[in-house]
């Protein structure tokens, strides 16, 4: 066993300190933010991605 470098892990975070576990899509206007794209994330990469671009022109019509 050997010491690796280190990681940086993205994860979102309540206002009440808990940690958020679920995707988190947000928007105002026409912007869309994903927020939160815990596992499954990368499997869920494609279907995320189709949800984001709909989201988005429905926000532009
Ligand atoms: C240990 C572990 C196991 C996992 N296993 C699975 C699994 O089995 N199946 C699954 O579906 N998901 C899994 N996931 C979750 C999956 O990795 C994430 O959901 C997915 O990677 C999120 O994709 P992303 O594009 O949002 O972020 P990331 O993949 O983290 O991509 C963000 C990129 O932005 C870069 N970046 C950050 N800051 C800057 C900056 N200031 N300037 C330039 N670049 C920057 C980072 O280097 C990184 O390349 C796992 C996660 C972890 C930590």
């Known amino acids: 066993m050997h010491a690796g ?3 940086v892990r993205v994860q979102a975070m309540n206002a009440d300190g808990s940690l958020e576990d679920d ?3 947000a ?3 026409r912007l869309v933010h994903l ?3 815990p596992s499954p994330g990368a499997t ?3 279907a995320i991605a ?3 671009v ?3 022109l429905e926000r532009v019509r």
């Open 5 to 7: 470098p280190r990681g």
């Open 23 to 25: 995707f988190v899509i």
């Open 27 to 29: 928007g105002q206007g």
């Open 35 to 37: 927020c939160n794209a």
């Open 44 to 46: 869920s990469s494609l």
């Open 50 to 52: 189709e949800h984001l």
């Open 54 to 56: 709909a989201t988005a």
